[in-house]
Structures are given as structure tokens and as C-alpha cells.
């Protein structure tokens, strides 16, 4: 499939509400191998950039395009992309949008899209220069998203999450502590040829110079070494595991942490993953399987006790809650599409009743960590003094970190330019006085 007309149909459906995430799987293998780079990189950028280029084409466009020619609208948006970020030449970028108007099905647009962008050529600058205080184009974030970063943050930060949400995510890798030292790692790195330094906060991390394909990575099928942004590789440390706890991962899928766990304290009694998406439990498995080891999986909501809990106590919990993922849109940049501001309250909804379901599953003494990929206090701060100001049994514990901001009941962390993605975490210990629920213990 050719590039373009691959990518003019991802942005279609992304328009249409799916993610970007389940799409490119699917349409990635239907072009050349030697093409994906570049596909993924017009897919990216041009959601990435697409509160701009929306307003641009309002501007080219005179009707707006109908729902099922969203394929048509996708293709200008990615031409336009690539006239304004990428190093190809203006006229190989028109004649090949054009071109693949053919492989859209839809000949009747190719004076349209041909129009459009050379319209946009002409008037660059002009256009460019209209937009200057349009502070929804300069950020290339909705609306409602600013008002809600600016609210709840210095304008400082706010610009430092632009900046860096507009910017590509670095790869970072999780050495296998069961495997080997990390120093050594990078060694071996630097003999494939690929260089990186040390994470800052996790003491698993490498972050390389420039991302490779996981099959370049020395190791990678052995299980040496995992693909975990450094945040997500912090949760392991906030468990404080030791030998024969149980631990519960909720919310598991893909898996990482999951294995991050299992690496970091190989003598737990049991480590239980559950997600409810059965289309992703398979991604849990293989990256154990890969990586030598062993947990109970099981595909079941975790606010539904009676579809998996047995009624014995964890002593360890993992709530990777479900979030507006605005932590992470540096490498979901669909999410500037996808999410709506009623879905935050919609989502701290959910996120309240998993962490008072989850709390009864929690054995007296136990630890609980709350954790989410959202820069919004509405998921995190909010929803933890919310839960404990109703329980008096339930404790926080401060977390004292270098890494991020502390907040009244955790730490925030928000994506940085070749750092970490934005992530909150808080722990929650049960005080032995007062329990819920039943705690047998192990058996």
C-alpha cells in the first residue's frame, strides 16, 4: 500500500474515533518495510500537528469535507504536514499527495487536493503570520485542554508540557536486573553501536541518543532488556517489595510493570496481573514469556470482585489507573483528537470507584499504589484525598523522590524533552487498627 494513501487512511479513522495505537498495527505491515519509517513519521506528525492544520484548512477549504470523505481530508492534512515540517521537496510532497488520490477511490478530489495545496503554498506565510496570537494554533492543544493545564499549573510549566508534548519521546530502555548490570548493558550497547546514558530516577533505565528497532537491541529476545519509558519504571521502587508478599497488578496490560515487578524481587509469593481488554492480555504474556517468567493472568474487570478475587489479601497493589493519558500525548498524539474535557470527569468516576473497590482486596499493613499517565489533578491529587478523606484506616505515605513535584498527596511528574513522560503516583498504606473486607492471609 503506498505510503500516503496508508497514512490518509489512519488519519481518517482516528477523525472517526479510533486510536492511532490500534491502527498502525494494522496498516503498517501493508506497506513496504522500507517505507514505514516515513509512514509512521506522517501519521505522527500529523496528528501531532493537526489543531494547527485544522485551522488552516477552515481556511483553504471552503465546504468542509463530508464524514465518508474523511480519507480526502486525512490526505490534505498530511500533505500539509509535510509541507510545513518535513525536509522533502514542495514539489515531490504535491505530486505524491496527489497521486494517491488513485488509491483512495476517489478521482473527483484530486483537483481539490491539488487546490489546496498549492493554495497553502502560496499563501504560507500570510496564513502562518494570521495565526500569531491564536494561542490554540501556537500550542497546537485544544482549547479546553490549555485552560486546564494553565489552571492548574504556572504558565512556566504549562509551556514546558507544550513544548515537550510537541516534541518526540525518547526511547528508553529497562535492563533486566536478573539479566545483568546495567552498566554492563550499555557496554554491550556501545559494541552494537548504539549509544545511550543512564535514566536519572530509575535504576533500570538507559535512554538511547536516537530510537532503533528492538531487534537491533543486544539481548532483546533473550529478555535482557525491555522498551519502559523511565516514569513507568519508577512504580517498582513505590511497592517496597520483598520477599513473599503477594502483589496485584491491575490494570496490567501491556505488562510492563509487570515485569518490572517480577525482575525486581523474584521471591514474591504471587504476582497476579488483570486487565480487562481481552484483546491485550496476549501482549501481557509474551512480553513474560519473553522475558523468562511467570504470573497468574487473568482477563476480568478489577472493579467486578466477583469475577476474580478469591477474597485473599494482596499486600502489594498496583492501580495503573485508566486516565486521559495526558501525560503521554508526545506518543499518542491522537489524544488531541480523541479526548474531550467531559471525559475527565467521566474518567475520575471510574478511577475512584477501582481505587474503593481495589482497597477491600488490600491486607491490613499493605501498601497501594495509585498511579496514573494524566498531568490533571482532577485524576490524581483529587481522586486520592477524596478516597482518604472517607477512610480513616487509609494513610498516606509521602513519597520522597528527586523526581518530579510533590503535591499534596504524591508527586507529579510532566514529560520532559529527552526525559520521562508526565506521570503521577501516590501511596496509600491500610493502618492495622481498622480493615476491610477479608484478609485470610496466604495459605
Not at 495505537?21 to 501493508?30: G, V
Request: a negative charge; hydrophobic letters at 40%; one cysteine or more.
Amino acid at each position: 500500500m503506498p505510503i500516503r494513501v496508508a497514512a490518509a487512511e489512519v488519519i481518517a479513522q482516528v477523525l472517526r474515533g479510533q486510536s492511532l495505537s490500534m491502527l498502525l498495527p494494522e496498516y503498517a505491515p501493508r506497506v513496504d518495510e522500507k517505507d514505514r519509517a516515513l509512514f509512521k513519521e506522517i501519521c505522527f506528525g500529523s496528528l501531532r500537528w493537526y489543531p494547527q492544520i485544522s485551522i488552516l484548512l477552515k481556511q483553504l477549504i471552503q465546504k468542509p469535507l463530508r464524514e465518508k470523505d474523511l480519507e480526502i481530508q486525512g490526505l490534505i492534512v498530511s500533505g500539509i504536514y509535510q509541507l510545513m515540517y518535513m525536509r522533502i521537496s514542495e514539489h515531490a510532497v504535491v505530486n505524491e499527495t496527489v497521486s494517491a488520490v488513485n488509491g483512495l477511490n476517489r478521482q473527483w478530489a484530486k483537483g481539490l487536493v491539488n487546490a489546496v495545496l498549492r493554495s497553502f503554498q502560496r499563501q504560507k506565510m500570510s496564513l502562518l503570520e494570521e495565526q500569531v496570537n491564536n494561542a490554540t494554533f501556537q500550542s497546537a492543544h485544544p482549547k479546553w485542554l490549555m485552560k486546564k493545564l494553565i489552571d492548574a499549573w504556572s504558565q512556566a510549566t504549562t509551556d514546558d508540557i507544550i513544548a515537550a508534548n510537541n516534541d518526540r519521546g525518547p526511547m528508553t530502555l529497562r535492563v533486566n536486573r536478573r539479566h545483568g548490570l546495567r552498566s554492563e548493558y550499555i557496554q554491550r550497547l556501545e559494541a552494537a553501536g548504539i549509544t545511550g546514558v543512564q535514566t536519572i530516577h530509575s535504576e533500570d533505565g538507559v535512554v538511547l541518543d536516537s530510537p532503533v528497532d528492538v531487534t537491533a537491541l543486544p539481548g532483546f529476545a533473550e529478555g535482557d532488556v525491555s522498551v519502559q519509558d523511565e516514569a513507568a519504571q519508577l512504580a517498582v521502587g513505590l511497592l517496597s517489595l520483598k520477599p513473599g508478599l503477594s502483589v496485584l497488578d491491575a490494570c496490567s496490560a501491556p505488562g510492563g510493570k509487570t515485569c518490572h515487578i517480577l525482575e525486581a524481587e523474584p521471591n514474591l509469593s504471587s504476582v497476579l496481573a488483570i486487565d480487562s481488554e481481552a484483546r491485550r492480555m496476549p501482549r501481557v504474556q509474551e512480553n513474560l514469556s519473553r522475558l523468562r517468567l511467570s504470573a497468574q493472568l487473568k482477563i476480568a474487570d478489577a472493579g467486578d470482585l466477583d469475577s476474580w478475587w478469591d477474597e485473599h489479601t494482596f499486600d502489594r497493589i498496583l492501580l495503573d489507573a485508566p486516565c486521559s493519558a495526558t501525560g503521554v500525548i508526545r506518543r499518542h498524539p491522537d489524544i488531541k483528537i480523541l479526548r474531550k474535557p467531559t471525559d475527565i470527569d467521566k474518567l475520575a468516576i471510574i478511577q475512584a470507584r477501582l481505587l474503593e473497590i481495589l482497597w477491600q482486596t488490600l491486607s491490613n499493613e499493605g501498601i497501594l499504589v495509585y498511579a496514573t499517565c494524566s498531568i490533571l489533578p482532577e485524576e490524581n491529587d483529587q481522586v486520592v484525598k477524596a478516597f482518604v478523606s472517607s477512610h480513616n484506616e487509609a494513610e498516606i505515605m509521602t513519597i520522597e523522590a528527586n523526581w518530579g513535584v510533590a503535591t499534596d498527596c504524591g508527586r507529579q511528574l510532566f514529560p520532559t524533552i529527552n526525559g520521562s513522560d508526565g506521570f503521577y503516583y501516590a501511596r496509600l498504606r491500610k493502618k492495622p487498627s481498622v480493615g476491610k473486607g477479608v484478609d485470610k492471609g496466604p495459605e
